[in-house]
């Protein structure tokens, strides 16, 4: 085999395992990397949002920061807890709750790994978007009109 035609497979089998690389960290969504509740907030206001600490109106001592902020059609809570365990079981009981509404035209995803689980749902004219990083959970509920913008939502925050 020549030379030059070593070379072109090099680089064809090089774009190939990067094109999956830049595939997987697509599909995935996000970027895995945990928000501060002051970074939640500073984003969210740049888009022109109103955020709110309900943080106080909580009696759970699991639960350190609760912000929710208005989005216009829809709201988006970002909440931290003490613990990876605590947002594991908080993210599980959100999911089990969403999963009980979904009627008889619904679809959903749901991506998961060591750190996270990502679980969005359409269903009779509903859409739901849930997403766990670490100690902290993003949900946000709309119409399925408004995919598209809380999508945008998640995308902005990287979850």
């Not at 002051?38 to 001592?61: C, I, K, Y």
């Not at 989005?71 to 599980?92: K, T």
């Amino acid at each position: 085999m020549k030379l030059t035609t070593k070379i072109r497979m090099v680089k064809y089998i090089a774009f190939v395992l990067m094109s999956i690389v830049v595939v997987g960290f697509t599909a995935c969504g996000g970027t895995n990397e945990v928000l501060s509740h002051e970074e939640f907030t500073s984003r969210m206001e740049a888009e022109g949002n109103m955020v709110g600490d309900f943080t106080h109106m909580l009696q759970d001592p699991a639960i350190e920061r609760l912000l929710i902020a208005d989005a216009g059609v829809f709201e988006v809570e970002f909440i931290v807890l003490q613990s990876q365990s605590y947002a594991r079981s908080l993210y599980s009981y959100f999911r089990q709750n969403f999963e009980s509404t979904r009627g008889s035209r619904s679809s959903h995803t749901e991506t998961s790994g060591a750190d996270f689980s990502r679980f969005r749902l359409t269903s009779e004219g509903s859409f739901v978007a849930l997403t766990r990083i670490e100690h902290t959970i993003v949900i946000a509920s709309s119409s399925v009109e408004n995919r598209d913008d809380v999508l945008a939502v998640f995308d902005l925050l990287g979850y």
